[in-house]
């Protein structure tokens, strides 16, 4: 009898330790690995004062890519979807478009057809649905989108879609003194609807793709902003380190992507110089997610694909790939982890 | 005896009383007036949790104009200082340059003919001297011209010279969780050199005129941004809220300006509805500093200039107008308080 409680005593001290080292963690849903033990290295290196890598905080700064980094991109961008989504309110309001292409096209909701748009009919779309309203409209739009719009394979919103291995990580490095910045291909004025609320990631840290406003007054002459379609930043490719540059004003110390259109954000990372850390998400995951990488046949100059030549740039300059079959133990918050 | 110590006691502890109250004053170099009490209103009515005013941390932004509003803009802009002192540099590197206009002209140190430069000649001095260099080339030039350059007429450094009663305001925010951001008409890349060490902002938070830059390879494959002279964002008058929404993304509760340039930042401000705060820094001190405004004769639609037309809004708009005479009871940190 006492030796029983003796043991008992001494399993609740066990699993009293097992609990604390599983609450120390901050990486839960990562498996042990490289890639794991990359980004638990780098905030130690970074973080440790009196070293030769050490970082003051106010430097600390980490980029991520957005779609098929921090969310899923497939099989169809959610930005592209929200466009094609708002075709249909334009058209109750302008009933011309009704018969009018690209507008006519998409509306049919023949999927062949609107798979074959042109890039030209595309940014047709894009310029009806995201410009020549003022930025409140566009947001209240947007928000509206959101609470309703569901993914066609999990039946639940976009914003649910997230990798938590990855918001596990943008925690672990904030709670390290990191500003966590999104650089993303998609639109800017998009992304900052969401991103405060779904990744504790506020609008002012959101650099993306940018179109220019114009200040203008309404009847009453309270200012506001038209949202308007020409170009400033195509923050893709080179336009990554060019909007960093522009936006933010400093390399990264750490900056994660998934495809080409990552590449130079991650080359620009690495350039800065010391402790840096590099990663890219690589999809090969066909049962939990997708499997699009990496890919012999795909050109370089698409965005959204993880390339040969990607793979083997990575292993030379020393970046990291994440295998989110091996190295992520469950890939949303909702899934049961498989370890 | 008694009653002596007794009366020493009291005073100590009166004594006692005043320098906590001292300390605890977040504005010591404002004079107790309007402007002051707007401050503090201001922020006290937007960090009182549960009242209507109240605004959560993360929405906390305020904005604040440079030239003039931060620091000595007169009788020239730092930065154009800076570009005509690059001439010189420039000319050793390219001889060229010497029987070349406008640089000719620069280089005879002949005031005259130099205030005679045209806004295309000013332009090609700006081009020459900030573009078509690297971002850490130019940099470091800023850098080390800050080191060794002084106004003509404090004979100290540029960054010495910002208002004090500002910087107390920055401070006075940042504690009470706002962000404080600069969004000037000067070049974005030429403030981010000195803004965290001057002012505690850093370059992620410092808004300007901005031009683009280009991606491309050193000669041993690294990587580095160039510096051209493509125009993104001229952020004086309807430009500052434009660049507002593309670099921050809302509307900021707090606005400090001090000319025509800073018109539609204030408006925009005041226009995000509740409790906004919008100041006007009055430059009518010609003993302690400079006396231009408000001014009459000048036209409304250029930067630098308080005219009546501005005191006039800013009276109708319910903005603050900050007189540094009446109001500040130093300028600068070097400055013995005169109240």
């Known amino acids: 009898m006492k030796s029983g409680r003796c043991a008992l005593a001494l399993l609740a001290v066990?699993?009293?330790?097992?609990?604390?080292?599983?609450?120390?963690?901050?990486?839960?849903?990562?498996?042990?690995?490289?890639?794991?033990?990359?980004?638990?290295?780098?905030?130690?290196?970074?973080t440790t004062a009196g070293t030769i890598d050490f970082v003051p905080p106010a430097e600390r700064i980490a980029t991520f890519d957005?779609?098929?980094?921090l969310w899923v991109e497939h099989p169809v961008y959610s930005?592209?979807?929200?466009?094609?989504?708002?075709?249909?309110?334009?058209?109750?309001?302008?009933?011309a478009l009704k018969t009018a292409e690209p507008f006519k096209t998409v509306l049919s909701g023949d999927r062949e057809a609107i798979a074959k748009l042109t890039a030209k009919d595309l940014e047709v779309?894009?310029?009806?649905?995201?410009?020549?309203?003022?930025?409140?409209?566009?947001?209240?739009?947007?928000?509206?989108?959101?609470?309703?719009?569901?993914?066609?394979?999990?039946?639940?919103?976009?914003?649910?879609?997230?990798?938590?291995?990855?918001?596990?990580?943008?925690?672990?490095?904030?709670?390290?003194?990191y500003k966590t910045f999104i650089v993303t291909g998609g639109g800017q004025d998009f992304v900052r609807v969401y991103s405060e609320q779904t990744y504790g990631i506020p609008p002012e840290q959101v650099v993306?793709?940018?179109?220019?406003?114009?200040?203008?007054?309404d009847k009453d002459g309270k200012p506001f902003l038209t949202?308007?379609?020409?170009?400033l930043l195509d923050d893709n490719f080179a336009g990554k380190?060019?909007?960093?540059?522009?936006?933010?004003?400093?390399?990264?110390?750490?900056?994660?992507?998934?495809?080409?259109?990552?590449?130079?954000?991650l080359e620009y990372t690495k350039a800065g110089g010391g402790a840096r850390l590099a990663m890219l998400v690589l999809h090969d995951d066909a049962k939990r997610e997708y499997a699009y990488g990496p890919a012999e046949s795909l050109p370089d100059t698409k965005v959204g694909t993880f390339t040969q030549a990607l793979y083997d740039e990575a292993k030379k300059g020393g970046w990291t790939v994440i295998s989110m079959k091996n190295d992520w133990n469950r890939i949303f918050s909702f899934d049961q982890p498989s370890r």
Request: aromatic content about 10%; some cysteine; proline content about 6%.
């Open 66 to 69: 957005q779609d098929g980094t």
């Open 14 to 46: 066990l699993f009293a330790g097992l609990a604390a080292t599983h609450a120390q963690d901050p990486l839960p849903s990562w498996n042990d690995g490289p890639a794991k033990q990359a980004i638990v290295d780098f905030v130690h290196q970074t």
């Open 241 to 265: 380190p060019e909007g960093i540059h522009l936006m933010i004003g400093r390399h990264p110390f750490a900056a994660f992507g998934n495809s080409t259109g990552d590449r130079q954000m």
């Open 79 to 95: 930005q592209v979807v929200y466009c094609f989504d708002r075709v249909g309110a334009l058209a109750k309001e302008k009933p």
């Open 125 to 177: 779309i894009a310029t009806a649905t995201l410009t020549g309203m003022s930025v409140e409209q566009f947001q209240a739009e947007v928000k509206a989108w959101l609470a309703a719009a569901k993914d066609s394979r999990w039946k639940k919103p976009y914003t649910d879609l997230t990798y938590q291995p990855m918001q596990e990580v943008l925690q672990y490095l904030r709670a390290n003194g």
């Open 208 to 217: 993306g793709t940018a179109t220019s406003t114009t200040y203008g007054y």
């Open 227 to 231: 949202k308007e379609p020409k170009l």
